[in-house]
């Protein structure tokens, strides 16, 4: 019994005596039990306090269980209700079912019958609950979806993810750590015409190697100690959508052999199996490695590079790309700081800006949910902060939109400076086509026009 879920359970009873008996009952099966002897106590009860499973008698002193019911439906997390009578008609049962009731009982009845019901009712319950968990998940993943930019190679590149996720060829996702890869393969997923099917991740480097076969591939019964019955891999979990291998550099040179084939021939054989699964599934892949040098040094076959390497995008570093860091920064500000989020000091931004970002958008969220625990009264100072390395050495030129210089001689650029220096990079790269310029950085024509006079800027004779 101590495995059982204790099951918070109300019961409505004006009859003593089988009251008592239905609650030493229910106490005995594992159940905590509550019990009121009237309609309204019933009520005050339900509103007082969280129960899982009501068992309400129809007929009661101060408000019928009826009545009860209709006064709880309401509620924002109600029990499930089972009415119970001793004169139940089908005019009743219609009745109670009709207000939510989870089911109906009528008496007599037998003891066992009323724990199967409980037992019933609350699976409802949590099943309603851990679907509303999981919606919740859900909506903060897509909210995490949204790829936030206002760099120009970055808009190039997410034109790019648009105009690929249309086909069923297969994409390698190049970058360091944290630049997010896992959210450019989730883009070409839900933009693909495979959006309605599964995504399937997995990460190459995570799962030691005699495991990773059998998990992208499945096994069969008895294939292996412990395989007890067959088991399908991720392969058959994706069909009909897209399989997301993360850190693909790092498969082991016999699987990537059978990697190969799976992707020539659209099929593969589990683990211990002789009978061949074919599927229907897009591979996109990620590495942070140079596949390029490894297929060179003979670490990393060559025809698996060229066939996961159809179509390839590369991300930028987070250094590279000094004009999002507000933009990012604000994001996870709101993200992390709720309806009234902290404000960053001048000093507080330029720092951000200065620093160099090796662990990318991953290590700057994690700056930022650290700091806004931190922070005192709503403002997050350099002290904040914790960057564990110094400001850049250096950055790249502000040509063309492709970042800018992030130090000056005397330390980290203002925001001011960098906003003027990338939207000049980006005018001369649009050759000054202010409607071109705009789109590139993502802003209405006349927010640029009234940047280009704040600024100072003349077109170029």
């Not at 850190?247 to 990537?256: A, F, T, V």
Request: hydrophobic letters at 40%.
């Amino acid at each position: 019994m101590n495995s059982q879920p204790r099951i918070k359970v109300l019961l409505a009873e004006d009859e003593e005596n089988l009251g008592t008996l239905l609650e030493q009952f229910l106490a005995g099966r594992g159940h905590a039990v509550t019990v009121v002897r009237d309609g309204r106590a019933a009520l005050q009860a339900l509103r007082a306090e969280a129960f899982d499973v009501a068992l309400l008698d129809i007929v009661m002193p101060e408000m019928d269980g009826l009545e009860v019911l209709r006064n709880v439906r309401e509620d924002p997390t109600p029990p499930e209700v089972i009415i119970i009578t001793g004169n139940g008609t089908i005019e009743t049962a219609i009745t109670a079912m009709k207000l939510g009731a989870y089911d109906y009982l009528a008496k007599p009845y037998r003891m066992a019958e009323i724990d199967v019901l409980v037992r019933r009712a609350w699976e409802k319950k949590a099943l309603a609950k851990e679907n509303a968990l999981l919606q919740s998940r859900l909506s903060r993943i897509a909210d995490d979806g949204e790829i936030l930019t206002n760099y120009a190679p970055m808009h190039a590149v997410l034109s790019l993810v648009e105009r690929v996720a249309r086909s069923d060829s297969p994409v390698l996702i190049c970058g360091e750590s944290g630049t997010g890869k896992e959210l450019v393969a989730r883009a070409i997923h839900r933009l693909s015409t495979r959006a309605e099917g599964t995504l399937v991740d997995i990460n190459c480097a995570a799962i030691s190697d005699n495991l990773l076969e059998s998990e992208l591939f499945g096994h069969e019964k008895g294939a292996f100690t412990g395989a007890l019955s067959r088991k399908a891999g991720l392969f058959e979990l994706a069909a009909g959508g897209t399989l997301f291998m993360d850190e693909i550099g790092e498969l082991d040179p016999k699987l990537q052999g059978k990697l190969l084939r799976a992707l020539e021939t659209r099929s593969f054989f589990r683990v211990g199996g002789t009978q061949k699964v074919e599927v229907d599934v897009r591979i996109v892949a990620a590495t942070n490695k140079d596949l390029e040098r490894a297929v060179a040094e003979n670490g990393f076959r060559s025809d698996l590079y060229y066939r996961i390497n159809t179509i390839s995008i590369t991300l930028p570093p987070l250094r590279d790309r000094v004009v999002d860091i507000p933009l990012l920064t604000e994001h996870f500000l709101r993200r992390y700081g709720g309806a009234n989020p902290p404000r960053l000091t001048d000093e507080a931004i330029e720092a951000l800006q200065g620093y160099r970002w090796p662990g990318n958008i991953r290590e700057l969220r994690n700056v930022i949910e650290r700091a806004v625990l931190l922070a005192n009264d709503g403002v997050i100072t350099v002290q904040d902060l914790p960057l564990t390395g110094g400001p850049r050495a250096g950055g790249a030129a502000a040509n063309g939109g492709h970042g800018g210089p992030e130090m000056n001689g005397s330390g980290p650029l203002s925001l001011a400076d960098v906003e003027r220096r990338h939207i000049e990079g980006v005018l001369r790269q649009a050759n000054w086509h202010q409607g071109k310029a705009a789109t590139m950085l993502g802003i209405s024509t006349k927010t640029l026009y009234r940047k280009i006079r704040e600024y100072g800027f003349s077109r170029p004779r």
